[in-house]
Every structure is written in C-alpha cells, then in structure tokens.
T-cell receptor, first 117, second 115 residues
Framework: KAGVTQTPRYLIKTRGQQVTLSCSPI?????VSWYQQTPGQGLQFLFE???????NKGNFPGRFSGRQFSNSRSEMNVSTLELGDSALYLC????????????????FGSGTRLTVV | AQSVTQLDSQVPVFEEAPVELRCNYS??????LFWYVQYPNQGLQLLLK??????LVKGINGFEAEFNKSQTSFHLRKPSVHISDTAEYFC?????????????FGRGTSLIVHP
C-alpha cells in the first residue's frame, strides 16, 4: 500500500513569505501529526489532527498553523517565514484515534525540506 | 512531563561488532517506549516498541531493546552490525496528553559503521 506522501520534497522561500506543506496519510489512517526536525533542536512536535480537529499543539508561535480535510489529508502553513524556520518538516499518520498507545503505529513520510533565505 | 535523553550523539563501530545505543527517559506516569531509525533524506521508520509484557523487545533488522523500569532506560542493541545500519537512531517516549498519545523524541544517536 502507498505510504505517507509529503509534497513538495524541497522548497526554498524568502524571509517574510508564507508556505504551505501537504501530507497525504496512508489510506484508512485518520490521525496525522507534524514534526519539525532541525540539527539543533531535534524532532519537535508541531500539532496533531484527528477527524479534522486539532487535538494537540506543540510550543510553536501562531505563525505555524495546520488543518485536516475530510479525507484525512493535512496541510501545514507557516506565515512570515524566518531564517530559523529552515528545517525538515515531517508528517506521520497512524491508524487509530491515538487514544490507545497500541494505536501508535506511526508511519512517517520522507519530509519536506524547507530552506528560508 | 516526559523527556528522553540519548546519552551518545555519535557511536562509531566496526562492521560485525556489537553495538548498544543508550536511552534514558523520565516520566511521572506509565510510559510506552519506541526506537526509530532514519536513513539520509528519509522519514523515520519504527524499529521496535515496548507497550507492556516482556521487557526484552525484538524488532526489525536484528535489533532488540530492553526496558528497565528501575533504571528508566530503554537501550537498543544489535549483536553484529552491518554497513547498512549506518543511520540516525531516535528513542521516543509517550504518555497520555490532551486525550491522545504524543511521542517525545530524543536528540538522536548517529550510528556510524566502518568497514
């Protein structure tokens, strides 16, 4: 079966611009989470969606937002880009509601590498 | 609050030698533990997980990990590594937060296998 698909794979943006990243989960997976990965901070949780509702949010400024559609596809948006937003953005999907640890079969996409210049 | 400490940022080892990647965690509640591997320019792949039961967990690619509650550790081991095991390894812990389980990841350990 198809894995988690993230588009685009690479992106170069200028400071002050905004960007939208897309994530298509594995068919049947309803929970989608986003992570920011940088060499200095490692993997940091951004937000988690289930059934079009944001269920958890990490400690990021309001410039970072996301949404989930009825087909479970998710997008994240970063407005007013800063140099420090350069990172690999990873999306992960899981099959269940995420309320039971046994549902935690996260499958990660290959990520979108965002470079802000 | 939960946290994960991966004690080594980099572990060099020769091919066919054994390896141990160390992970310690802290949490005030029951935890579930995971190890993931990340190859260059790819996402994370689950190696193994501990939810309950036997403290020795076997995963893919010949890896295993042992959950030690008294030492709050979950070290990853492989008896004989291959060049292809060169990658970044992440330990993660999760517990219930806001109605769902959100993993917290360690900073990662870079395993470098030399021929």
């Amino acid at each position: 079966k198809a894995g988690v698909t993230q588009t685009p794979r690479y992106l170069i943006k200028t400071r002050g611009q905004q960007v939208t990243l897309s994530c298509s989960p594995i068919s049947g997976h309803r929970s989608v989470s986003w992570y920011q990965q940088t060499p200095g901070q490692g993997l940091q949780f951004l937000f988690e969606y289930f059934s079009e509702t944001q269920r958890n949010k990490g400690n990021f400024p309001g410039r970072f937002s996301g949404r989930q559609f009825s087909n479970s596809r998710s997008e994240m948006n970063v407005s007013t880009l800063e140099l420090g937003d350069s990172a690999l953005y990873l999306c992960a999907s899981s099959p269940g509601q995420g309320t039971n640890a046994r549902d935690l079969d996260y499958t990660f996409g290959s990520g979108t590498r965002l470079t802000v210049v | 609050a939960q946290s994960v400490t991966q004690l080594d940022s980099q572990v060099p080892v020769f091919e066919e030698a054994p390896v141990e990647l160390r992970c310690n965690y802290s949490s005030s509640v029951s935890v579930y533990l995971f190890w993931y591997v990340q190859y260059p320019n790819q996402g994370l792949q689950l190696l193994l997980k501990y939810l309950s039961g036997s403290t020795l967990v076997k995963g893919i690619n010949g890896f295993e990990a042992e959950f030690n509650k008294s030492q709050t550790s979950f070290h990853l081991r492989k008896p004989s590594v291959h060049i292809s095991d060169t990658a970044e390894y992440f330990c993660a812990v999760t517990s219930l937060s806001g109605g769902s389980y959100i993993p917290t990841f360690g900073r990662g350990t870079s395993l470098i296998v030399h021929p």
